[in-house]
DNA sequence: ATGATGATATTTTTT
DNA sequence: ATATCATCAT
């Protein structure tokens, strides 16, 4: 067997990992070493050289797209399609498994996938019925909390209250909530993982098959890995699976989602034939910028330690700009961007980095008056739409009449005169007597005391069977388009005032046409059509932007730039209590995952890399002022070139009164300070508060004020006449 | 059943 | 500043 396709293109550790024994193996992949190209490599190296099946071979991603690319990558190594290769997400896996061996789970044939949107939903109801409304309990808490248990693998039989009364009501809401989706048949996200794992834990013939069949694993992004996905993989693994896994334990920042690094650290301990390859040599930034990055991320104290290095370049410096506020850091970023386009580059690859969502409203402003285009990632995706999920609700009833998640969300939409009186009262009677809300209404509507809810009640309930009924012989796409029809969500919408409403029936029809592209190679095991549709799209929700295929400048949040890369990469808002976030502060930990991010970040760069903040910044509609980001002074001074505002001390000029009276509020301050020969961004230096930056100013001659911030004292309101500031 | 009012909170996101 | 949500009024 010639190797060569395989191995050549590969550099020595990439080589070590690619070619290794069928011994578990721990690759630690540093930012841009080539991680994906390895384990592709990998898996062509095991079926072309080792001989083994595509059959006996498992890869697993965490999100569909590396797992499109991956199967992509790895068909076109070995020059041919590999259908049965498993490659998958954790959660599309699972699903797989779970539908294969729903007897064994103890899961209703067509249990269906509910995502985070619904699994909210259904607790604030569960709190309605419970009257719950007044305790002391978010409904988003109580999510977060019975999604970490599952991701820890626990049910609520498992956890000690601790005597703690707030936890034990928390544990007894996990309790109701499971109730209500064991008897719709419905699986939150996390739900999928835990039953997958319990269905091998419990199943020791369903285990061995699938030990079996796949003996080699590999895993992408190990060090995103929860509790619950490592058992599984533990579980699978046995004592003979061969377990690789990539990872990068400094690129670990969903530590809140439940991703646990120490899964890296424990590795060996786990097995104990592991060896470990790191790859540190970058095939993608600079070396500046690498310097930049590993001088951050050397300040964290729980490393598995690595340094990443380049046979490239020094590259151009890193460039720092103190920005006045926020609108002035937009503008600067628009001048780089104007220059990186002069340049001849493309904006596609420039992008700019933020820690929060909020932060793109300022930028987007000067963007669109710089008439820039630009994408903004993470938006709301195609199956999330209202109008979608209002559809998908109906086909889950049709398929499954017991999935009360479906059943609240369309019983009154379009609206049909069944208020939340009657809700209610089927919410009792579903849960005073464990059925689910379409068994309770048809309890409750054939009962004679029934009032005025009842008929409407019956109204819809003879609509979803007749829709269940006409839409039966017909195809997938026939099945949604007569469900838009004539659910009345299309006439619904049609009244909503607005383009909103056209926009939204044009989605609707959009997902017939989905309907009519999916492919049903998932659809497997059994699974009807259309509950393979409703998995994929609980499961693939769908890009965030589409098209917008104009060359355009990229805005993104650090967390989803992961696993991108850009010729030109901005990063804003690098201020202490921003980035990192206040609410990371505290604790070391969180501190520590910041970094991690700000890491991230810095390595999503290939040539230029800018970095900016602003002393003055409104946030939440307040002013605030905050110093530059402590992660900016971690790099070292050599590496970094600061830009400041062109400072010049203006002459003072006195333009015309007339002149002044004529412009509004905000001319007229800036006006002020020409006035008063300072210049708003200005730097100064104060005898006793040290060095600051002009931020302000009012008032003429000997009662002008300037308000200062210091960089030690903070803001500060000063007279202009007693201050004795030196303009620097 | 829709619309106005006021209180409240406001990292990060995939599946 | 703003978005979301509950509550109350129409």
């Not at 369903?206 to 992004?221: G, I, M, N, S």
């Not at 039966?472 to 919408?493: N, R, T, Y």
Request: hydrophobic content about 40%; charged content about 25%.
């Amino acid at each position: 067997m010639d190797v060569t396709p395989i191995l050549d293109s590969l550099n020595d550790a990439q080589r070590t990992a690619v070619a290794a024994p069928s011994e578990p193996l721990l690759v630690i992949a540093g930012a841009g070493s080539g991680k994906t190209r390895v384990l592709t490599h990998r898996a062509a190296w095991l079926i072309d050289v080792e001989g083994i099946s595509p059959q006996s071979l498992l890869a697993v991603t965490f999100t569909n797209k590396a797992a499109a690319e991956m199967r992509h990558r790895i068909e076109n190594l070995l020059n041919m399609p590999a259908s049965n290769l498993w490659v998958g997400t954790f959660h599309g896996l699972a699903h797989r498994l779970l539908r294969r061996h729903w007897r064994e789970a103890k899961l209703p044939q067509s249990f269906q996938i509910i995502d985070s949107d619904d699994q909210l939903r259904l607790l604030k109801r569960l709190f309605k019925s419970l009257n719950l409304d007044d305790s002391s309990f978010a409904p988003r808490d109580v999510q977060y909390f019975i999604n970490a248990q599952k991701d820890e693998g626990l049910r609520p039989q498992h956890i000690d209250d601790g005597g703690d009364e707030t936890r034990r009501q928390l544990i007894s809401l996990y309790q109701s909530y499971q109730e209500i989706c064991d008897r719709g048949g419905l699986l939150d996200f996390a739900e999928l993982l835990l039953r997958a794992h319990e269905l091998w834990r419990d199943n020791p013939a369903v285990l061995e098959h699938y030990q079996a069949r796949f003996r080699h694993l590999l895993v992408d992004e190990f060090q995103d890995t929860n509790a619950i996905q490592y058992a599984w993989l533990r579980l699978l693994a046995g004592k003979t699976g061969v377990l690789f896994a990539v990872g990068d334990d400094d690129q670990s920042i969903y530590r809140w989602r439940g991703a646990r690094v120490e899964h890296i650290y424990r590795f060996q301990k786990d097995f104990p034939t592991a060896s470990i390859v790191k790859l540190e040599q970058n095939y993608r930034s600079t070396s500046t910028i690498l310097n930049a990055a590993n001088a951050v991320i050397a300040n964290n104290s729980s490393r598995m330690g690595k340094n990443l290095w380049t046979d490239g370049k020094d590259g151009e410096p890193i460039r720092v700009y103190s920005a006045f506020n926020e609108r002035d850091e937009a503008e600067f970023i628009v001048g780089r961007l104007r220059d990186w386009s002069e340049q001849g580059h493309a904006r596609t690859d420039a992008a700019i980095l933020y820690r929060s969502n909020a932060q793109s409203r300022v930028l987007e402003e000067a963007l669109m008056n710089a008439r820039i285009p630009y994408r903004v990632y993470g938006g709301l995706r195609f199956f999330e739409r209202q109008e979608i999920k209002d559809a998908l609700a109906y086909l889950r009833l049709v398929s499954n009449r017991d999935d009360d998640s479906a059943f609240e969300r369309v019983v009154n939409r379009p609206t049909r005169g069944i208020g939340a009186r009657t809700v209610e009262a089927i919410r009792a009677y579903g849960r005073d007597n464990s059925c689910s809300m379409w068994r309770a209404a048809g309890a409750i509507s054939s009962d004679a005391l029934a009032g005025r809810g009842a008929k409407s009640i019956v109204a819809f309930m003879s609509l979803v069977e007749r829709i269940a009924r006409e839409s039966e012989p017909l195809d997938l796409a026939g099945k949604v388009d007569h469900v838009i029809q004539q659910s009345g969500l299309i006439e619904f919408f049609r009244k909503e005032k607005g383009e909103k409403g056209e926009t939204r029936i044009e989605n609707l029809e959009e997902l017939v046409s989905a309907a009519r592209g999916f492919n049903p190679d998932i659809a497997e095991e059994g699974m009807s059509e259309l509950d393979g549709f409703l998995a994929h799209a609980a499961l693939e929700a769908g890009e965030g932007q589409a098209d917008a295929w104009e060359d355009c400048v990229q805005l993104m949040t650090m967390h989803s730039a992961k696993g991108l890369e850009f010729p030109l990469v901005i990063m804003c808002g690098l201020e202490d209590g921003l980035f990192p976030h206040q609410r990371s502060l505290n604790d070391m930990s969180g501190l520590e995952e910041e970094r991690r991010l700000c890491y991230v970040g810095i390595t999503r760069a290939r040539q230029l890399l800018y970095l900016t903040h602003a002393e003055q910044r409104r946030l939440h509609g307040m002013d605030s002022y905050a110093q530059k980001s402590r992660f900016i002074g971690e790099i070292p001074a050599e590496l970094v070139e600061e830009i400041r505002p062109k400072v010049q001390v203006s002459r003072p000029v006195s333009p015309s009164p007339a002149l002044r009276h004529k412009s509004d509020r905000t001319s007229l301050r800036a006006g002020s300070a020409a006035d008063i020969g300072v210049r708003l961004g200005q730097r100064v230096r104060h005898a006793k508060f040290g060095d600051g930056v002009i931020l302000n100013c009012e008032g003429h001659g000997a009662h002008a004020r300037v308000e200062v911030n210091f960089e030690s004292a903070g803001s500060k309101w000063l007279v202009l006449s007693y201050a004795n500031l030196d303009l620097m």
